[in-house]
């Protein structure tokens, strides 16, 4: 048995009151060689860690990520996707089918710390280590070992030989150490979903048949100190501040370069396809463009490189690239690399836990790469985020809906995760938008990018960059949002006429409280907004000249009243019509009751 020494009571009080980001970032600089057989797709390398306990706390043990045992019979990962109440579409291919060579598999030997042999327990996916040396605060140590890999096939994110023939996406291959943060050890079992790392350096070398090319993480170091050895030939990475390191490799890749914005080299990585090569080349100043607009947006892109490469099942975002498949239509070309390198910001230099807090990732990646798409392939629409709200108001009808800070593995529903994640995620943004007024939220999304890039930052750390931000208050917001399934749903129960006097009787149906906007038109044309805030803000959006209409403000809605009596001086005007949110930001489940329309026959 394993005698584990927990964090100390008053650190975990401190962890779960606080729940802001810590001054404190751990550490993990890899050194790393690996050689692949490209015949039976099994590698060996050696790793070497010189981690930095930054943390607080002494610690007794370490743990490790070792990915690719999930893809094999009766993992648990394969498990999962049996018992699941639905199925995950992202895999294609049942786990309990696949023939020994097409298995998954990631050993690790001779594990050391500081040269001292280390006894560790395996358990699948996750190694636990108990260290000869506690590791005390300020403290490093070095992690020493071998391991033994074989690339499964490519089911989920990683894996060899894919549908399009690429022949290596080399992606969670190599033994990750978990973070430890706030909330503790981060150890979850690899079941397909997301990932938490560790900030370091990485120098990866990495020897294949010479006749490939390798696409990677970090810079390729000068192509003199590449060595040649019985038709082999090692390419030499380092990528600095990065909390992973992926690579892709095949003997048929066009490498293209194109210049990126503020001397970013961009990379692309694609099959000689003459199907594809259009749009491939095509994708290049796309690309830039779609840097240029994350830039300004949120934020400078702090690293040299980025590469898009041709690999993968679909679209995933690692360090300073991704992997994408590539055999689509131009427009699924530019939306998957548009939505992956937006990760770049929000998963790779920000960082959340993607198991605990996957919406603010997912959520704020798809808010920020859809209306990138949306100007720079001039498209126009008026609601770009519409798709976004459809799938929350279908969600919310199917009753399968979880509260968003759900752990990601632990999903009733493989369909609820996405939507929770992706959509209501982005409407998170958005309806920021509504509440704050749209400058305010760029302003927030920069500030945010500013202070927390390299930072692991969580939900509380973006509110309270809102409120200082917008001057309101905003943890009514987070939690119901975020914390609760709860729904917005307003409705205009009755309007009555006294003279020049109308009564709107509005109700708060759903137990979601918001500020309310109610657009007034009169038969004449003209047209008056009508501002209700929240009592909860503690504040009042300003003017958001929406179409130059007259902006009204009244008296804060308490929450504690579903009521409120609403009275419009009609000024002897005729009035055609009432509608509650007029901008559609406010993700109201029942819209049918929002709007109310006179007869104008009388």
């Known amino acids: 048995m394993i005698n584990f020494k927990p964090p100390s009571l008053l650190f975990l009080l401190f962890a779960s009151t606080f729940l802001c980001s810590q001054s404190w970032q751990q550490n993990a600089d890899y050194t790393m060689s690996v050689e692949l057989d490209v015949a039976s797709y099994q590698y060996k390398g050696k790793q070497k860690i010189l981690y930095t306990n930054n943390s607080p706390e002494t610690l007794d043990m370490v743990f490790y990520h070792l990915y690719f045992n999930a893809f094999k019979p009766n993992s648990e990962m394969s498990l999962r996707l049996k018992n699941g109440k639905d199925k995950n579409k992202r895999f294609k291919v049942s786990l309990d089918s696949l023939s020994p060579i097409d298995q998954g598999k990631l050993l690790v030997f001779n594990l050391m710390q500081d040269g001292i042999p280390l006894n560790p327990v395996f358990q699948e996916t996750i190694l636990q280590v108990p260290l000869k040396t506690p590791l005390g605060p300020g403290k490093s140590t070095v992690l020493e070992l071998e391991f033994l890999g074989q690339v499964p096939n490519l089911i989920r994110r990683a894996g060899k030989n894919s549908k399009e023939?690429?022949?290596?996406?080399?992606?969670?291959?190599?033994?990750?150490?978990?973070?430890?943060?706030?909330?503790?050890?981060?150890?979850?079992?690899?079941?397909?979903?997301?990932?938490?790392?560790?900030?370091?350096?990485?120098?990866?070398?990495?020897?294949?048949?010479?006749?490939?090319?390798?696409?990677?993480?970090?810079?390729?170091?000068?192509?003199?100190?590449?060595?040649?050895?019985?038709?082999?030939?090692?390419?030499?990475?380092?990528?600095?501040?990065?909390?992973?390191?992926?690579?892709?490799?095949?003997?048929?890749?066009?490498?293209?370069?194109?210049?990126?914005?503020?001397?970013?080299?961009?990379?692309?990585?694609?099959?000689?396809?003459?199907?594809?090569?259009?749009?491939?080349?095509?994708?290049?100043?796309?690309?830039?463009?779609?840097?240029?607009?994350?830039?300004?947006?949120?934020?400078?892109?702090?690293?040299?490189?980025?590469?898009?490469?041709?690999?993968?099942?679909?679209?995933?975002?690692?360090?300073?690239?991704?992997?994408?498949?590539?055999?689509?239509?131009?427009?699924?070309?530019?939306?998957?690399?548009?939505?992956?390198?937006?990760?770049?910001?929000?998963?790779?230099?920000?960082a959340t836990n993607e198991t605990k807090d996957e919406w603010m990732d997912e959520g704020f990646t798809s808010y920020i790469s859809t209306l990138a798409e949306d100007e720079i392939l001039k498209e126009n629409k008026p609601f770009p985020l519409e798709s976004s709200y459809l799938r929350y108001f279908r969600l919310v009808k199917s009753g399968k809906e979880q509260p968003q800070s759900s752990n990601a593995n632990r999903y009733e529903y493989n369909s609820a995760y996405e939507i929770s994640a992706y959509n209501k995620g982005s409407i998170f943004l958005s309806q920021l938008d509504y509440i704050m007024g749209h400058d305010k939220l760029l302003e927030t999304l920069k500030t945010y990018y500013k202070e927390f890039k390299?930072?692991?930052?969580?939900?509380?750390?973006?509110?309270?960059?809102?409120?200082?931000?917008?001057?309101?208050?905003?943890?009514?917001?987070?939690?119901?949002?975020?914390?609760?399934?709860?729904?917005?749903?307003?409705?205009?129960?009755?309007?009555?006429?006294?003279?020049?006097?109308?009564?709107?009787?509005?109700?708060?149906?759903?137990?979601?409280?918001?500020?309310?906007?109610?657009?007034?038109?009169?038969?004449?044309?003209?047209?008056?907004?009508?501002?209700?805030?929240?009592?909860?803000?503690?504040?009042?959006?300003?003017?958001?000249?929406?179409?130059?209409?007259?902006?009204?403000?009244?008296?804060?809605?308490?929450?504690?009243?579903?009521?409120?009596?609403?009275?419009?001086?009609?000024?002897?005007?005729?009035?055609?019509?009432?509608?509650?949110?007029?901008?559609?930001?406010?993700?109201?489940?029942n819209r049918s009751n929002n709007s109310y329309y006179f007869d104008l026959s009388e």
């Open 165 to 350: 023939n690429v022949a290596f996406s080399m992606a969670q291959w190599y033994p990750k150490l978990s973070e430890y943060d706030i909330t503790g050890w981060n150890t979850d079992p690899y079941l397909g979903r997301e990932f938490h790392g560790v900030w370091g350096n990485f120098d990866v070398k990495i020897t294949l048949d010479k006749n490939y090319t390798v696409a990677a993480s970090g810079y390729l170091q000068s192509n003199k100190k590449r060595i040649i050895k019985t038709g082999k030939k090692t390419w030499h990475f380092i990528a600095p501040k990065v909390h992973d390191f992926t690579w892709a490799a095949d003997d048929d890749y066009i490498h293209d370069v194109y210049p990126g914005p503020n001397g970013v080299v961009l990379n692309f990585f694609y099959k000689n396809n003459p199907a594809i090569l259009e749009n491939w080349k095509n994708l290049q100043p796309i690309t830039a463009e779609l840097m240029d607009y994350f830039n300004t947006n949120i934020g400078p892109y702090p690293y040299k490189q980025y590469s898009v490469v041709q690999g993968g099942d679909g679209g995933m975002e690692y360090a300073m690239l991704t992997l994408i498949t590539g055999e689509r239509n131009f427009r699924s070309l530019v939306g998957v690399t548009a939505h992956e390198l937006a990760h770049s910001w929000f998963q790779h230099v920000l």
């Open 454 to 589: 390299f930072k692991h930052p969580l939900p509380n750390d973006f509110r309270r960059i809102a409120e200082r931000v917008s001057g309101f208050q905003l943890n009514w917001y987070l939690t119901d949002w975020t914390q609760t399934t709860n729904t917005i749903d307003y409705k205009i129960s009755s309007v009555l006429k006294n003279g020049n006097t109308l009564n709107i009787q509005l109700e708060r149906v759903g137990l979601m409280p918001m500020p309310i906007e109610v657009l007034i038109e009169f038969i004449s044309g003209e047209k008056a907004l009508h501002y209700i805030p929240l009592n909860l803000m503690r504040g009042s959006k300003t003017n958001p000249n929406f179409f130059g209409i007259p902006w009204i403000e009244h008296t804060p809605w308490s929450w504690s009243n579903p009521y409120y009596s609403l009275l419009i001086n009609l000024k002897n005007k005729n009035i055609k019509s009432i509608i509650i949110d007029p901008s559609f930001l406010m993700a109201d489940t």
